[in-house]
């Protein structure tokens, strides 16, 4: 089952969301129904005293100017205040605490005598009666008057007592939220506690798995892979890690392979140096130079031999520097001048500050040698070669020049061609020297650097190698590459 983080997240934001949601929904609610409660018995109070104001002063005031000759009964207010009366004690039953409060009930039944005392008092002054007779019925009205204001004044001291009960009731529901609260509170906690840890669980052990398989890799081993994850977000994460993977552990395969077919270049290399028709020429060459008692130039193609094959051994070195390249190859060609005469001439270039510097062994020979044997060999006249090295910016340029025969352009096509497979040339191949030496120039310099050959038949043959300086730095003398 797949585990996304996000949707867990989401979830957690949701759950508390509603809890909380909830909990204030809850507060609220009550809260304002408290409230509403408390603010409708305030008004029902302010209610009431106005109510007590009309009926106990206002309705006897109105009916003793009516009794005086003040007003006249048709004219007076009195059947307004009774009805506005009457509406106000039937809002008050509406809004009351306790809808069944029997001095309402009682004090609209009062009020009925009360209207009919009025009433009573209207038929007195048309019938034109005598003042103590409408004293009289004004007394009573102004008594039913008091008795409705008391009634009115008993049930405003009614709900102004229930205001203790609904404190009482307030205390014990303030008392409930605060619990429910805490029941809210501790369940979220619970809750957010639980979800976190499986949440954190969900996403150490998948990255603790992570971790353990990039310090294995980290260790060399590039055969460890990680299992499909549960957590969705880190599925992308592991399968580029299991490629990465695989992908370096083809490639250290496929550089260990270049390797060994560099170090085969490399042996064909030196083997093709140490063939015998190039010794027994060489020492052809040593015995006729002694049979014409030319001891100073046989010394010489001895001391040229032996400093060619120290050079091409190196120790076991595979760097050395471009000073002891160039007496490598200058032993070679001191060694065919013997052989060749006045055939083969050659000239050297090399700045000072390049000397010293460290380059890839056995470049620069194999280059000659295709020069000699393939192109000025066939001459008739004497042939030249030249070597010049140079520095620009970071790259070390060789180049290595004949006015031989030169390549043809169909055998050009093909050796360029050649260049470009994996193939690993012995001795018996054609240009097997030049192309060994481009492949070891693109494994050991980088791809930056290059070989460039350039070729016209009958004019001659014209080798540059491109060399990125920076390969070779801290190399030292000893240390194997």
């Known amino acids: 089952m797949k585990i996304s983080i996000i949707n867990k997240i989401n979830r957690f934001f949701i759950y508390v969301?509603?809890?909380?949601?909830?909990?204030?929904?809850i507060n609220m609610t009550i809260s304002y129904a408290l409230i509403n409660t408390y603010n409708q018995i305030v008004k029902n109070g302010e209610h009431t005293r106005n109510l007590v104001s009309l009926v106990q002063r206002d309705i006897p005031n109105e009916t003793w100017k009516i009794v005086c000759g003040m007003?006249?009964?048709?004219?007076?207010?009195?059947?307004?205040?009774?009805?506005?009366?009457?509406?106000?004690?039937?809002?008050?039953?509406?809004?009351s605490i306790d809808t069944k409060r029997t001095e309402l009930e009682l004090a609209l039944r009062t009020m009925?005598?009360?209207?009919?005392?009025?009433?009573?008092?209207?038929?007195?002054?048309?019938?034109e009666s005598s003042i103590d007779d409408l004293i009289a019925t004004n007394e009573e009205i102004k008594s039913v008057a008091v008795v409705v204001g008391e009634m009115l004044e008993e049930y405003n001291n009614a709900e102004t007592a229930s205001v203790a009960e609904?404190?009482?009731?307030?205390?014990?529901?303030?008392?409930?939220?605060?619990?429910l609260d805490i029941?809210?509170?501790?369940?979220?906690?619970?809750?957010?506690i639980r979800n976190l840890k499986k949440l954190t669980m969900a996403i150490r052990k998948p990255l603790s798995s992570l971790e353990s398989m990039s310090g294995k890799i980290a260790d060399g081993d590039f055969g460890i892979r990680v299992k499909d994850m549960e957590v969705y977000e880190l599925k992308a994460l592991t399968n580029s890690l299991n490629v990465m993977a695989g992908k370096i552990e083809e490639l250290i395969e496929e550089n260990n392979i270049k390797h060994e077919n560099l170090k085969k270049a490399e042996m064909n290399l030196l083997q093709a140096q140490i063939k015998p028709h190039f010794l027994y020429n060489t020492y052809d060459t040593i015995i006729w130079l002694a049979e014409q008692r030319k001891v100073k130039d046989a010394i010489k193609v001895v001391q040229a031999l032996t400093t060619f094959y120290r050079t091409s051994l190196s120790k076991g070195k595979d760097w050395v520097t471009i000073e002891e390249e160039i007496n490598h190859?200058?032993?070679?060609?001191?060694?065919?001048?013997?052989?060749?005469?006045?055939?083969?001439?050659?000239?050297?270039?090399?700045?000072?500050?390049?000397?010293?510097?460290?380059?890839?062994?056995?470049?620069?020979?194999?280059?000659?040698?295709?020069?000699?044997?393939?192109?000025?060999k066939y001459l008739r006249e004497p042939g030249n070669i030249t070597i010049n090295a140079t520095r620009e910016g970071d790259y070390i340029v060789v180049e290595v020049k004949d006015d031989g025969i030169g390549i043809a352009q169909a055998q050009l096509k093909t050796l360029l061609a050649q260049m470009k497979d994996d193939?690993?040339?012995?001795?018996?191949?054609?240009?097997?020297?030049?192309l060994n030496v481009y492949k070891r120039i693109k494994l050991?310099?980088?791809?930056?650097?290059?070989?460039?050959?350039?070729?016209?038949?009958?004019?001659?043959?014209?080798?540059?190698?491109?060399?990125?300086?920076?390969a070779s730095k801290g190399r030292q003398t000893g240390i194997k590459k």
């Open 183 to 192: 029941v809210i509170i501790s369940a979220f906690l619970y809750f957010m």
């Open 71 to 95: 007003n006249d009964f048709e004219d007076g207010k009195q059947d307004e205040m009774i009805e506005e009366i009457k509406d106000g004690i039937e809002y008050l039953k509406e809004n």
């Open 329 to 376: 190859v200058e032993s070679y060609l001191l060694i065919q001048q013997f052989r060749y005469g006045r055939l083969l001439h050659y000239t050297i270039n090399c700045e000072d500050d390049l000397k010293q510097l460290y380059i890839l062994k056995l470049l620069l020979q194999p280059l000659v040698e295709n020069s000699i044997y393939h192109g000025i």
């Open 166 to 179: 609904l404190n009482r009731r307030i205390t014990l529901i303030q008392s409930f939220l605060l619990f």
């Open 17 to 25: 969301m509603i809890f909380s949601i909830i909990s204030i929904f």
């Open 444 to 470: 050991y310099y980088g791809e930056d650097s290059n070989m460039i050959i350039e070729s016209k038949e009958n004019e001659g043959t014209r080798i540059v190698l491109k060399l990125n300086s920076n």
């Open 112 to 127: 009925i005598t009360l209207n009919a005392y009025i009433q009573e008092l209207g038929l007195q002054v048309a019938a």
């Open 423 to 434: 193939k690993i040339y012995t001795k018996e191949d054609t240009s097997f020297g030049i």
